[in-house]
């Protein structure tokens, strides 16, 4: 597959752009510490790849008679936000540079991430990578998230490309059932979870790295 044969490239944000998951997994299990919640690190592996209604939806189920989930959940955000400020919010490996890549090579980027809208343009502009897409659409511009492909035929529309004939870099399950229903190419970058039999299936490539996936291009 070449750059020249594709419409364009759709990417997740956390755990593909940023290497943010891990830091949503410590402050749930910091929370689970504090209120005495059993299976927390299980329980938020669920929600990778979710928006925040299914998210609240997954915790409610697991905790809803112990604890205020709203509450919980907005407790979990501050944590998230006070790890950051302190040590900021790491890219992932490879993301600038192959986000410059493509963009040298005018390929339309878009990015579909479960993370509300105001919170995915705060942490493109931190980063400075803002205008590297296009289209930006968030979780909360849509009724149905991941694994349903609503999400990414909404940014192939908005982007004015063919889903058959548009990447998309994921790496949770969520996230590649979401573009497999799409009918687009996913592209797997496992990042927490290793991929099953049954994901595999349903991706194109499967890569380490950010990095690999730029190489792959340039080949």
């Known amino acids: 597959m070449k750059l020249s044969e594709l419409d364009g490239i759709v990417f997740d944000m956390d755990g593909v752009i940023f290497d943010s998951e891990v830091i949503g997994l410590e402050s749930w299990e910091r929370l689970g ?34 604890v205020s989930i709203p509450e919980l959940y907005d407790e979990a955000k501050a944590i998230c936000a006070d790890i950051i400020a302190e040590r900021g919010l790491p890219l992932k490996s490879g993301a600038r540079e192959l986000l410059s890549y493509l963009k040298e090579r005018d390929i339309k980027v878009g990015l579909a991430s ?14 400075g990578l803002l205008d590297y897409f296009h ?28 889903h058959e004939k548009t990447v998309a870099v994921e790496d949770s399950y969520n996230g590649i059932k979401a573009a497999y229903n799409a009918k687009m190419i996913p592209i797997m970058v496992p990042d927490l979870i290793a991929p099953t039999d049954e994901i595999l ?19």
């Open 33 to 66: 510490k504090k209120y005495g919640l059993t299976n927390v690190h299980e329980n938020a592996m669920k929600c990778i790849g979710r928006s925040t209604v299914d998210t609240m939806a997954i915790l409610e189920a697991a905790y809803g008679d112990k």
């Open 114 to 127: 479960s993370t509300s809208y105001k919170g995915v343009i705060k942490n493109l502009k931190g980063a």
């Open 135 to 162: 289209v930006i659409i968030g979780g909360d511009m849509i009724k149905h998230s991941k694994p349903q492909p609503e999400i990414y035929l909404l940014a192939c529309e908005k982007l004015g490309v063919r």
């Open 201 to 219: 299936s349903m991706v194109y490539k499967k890569m380490d790295s950010l990095d690999a996936v730029l190489e792959y291009f340039k080949a």
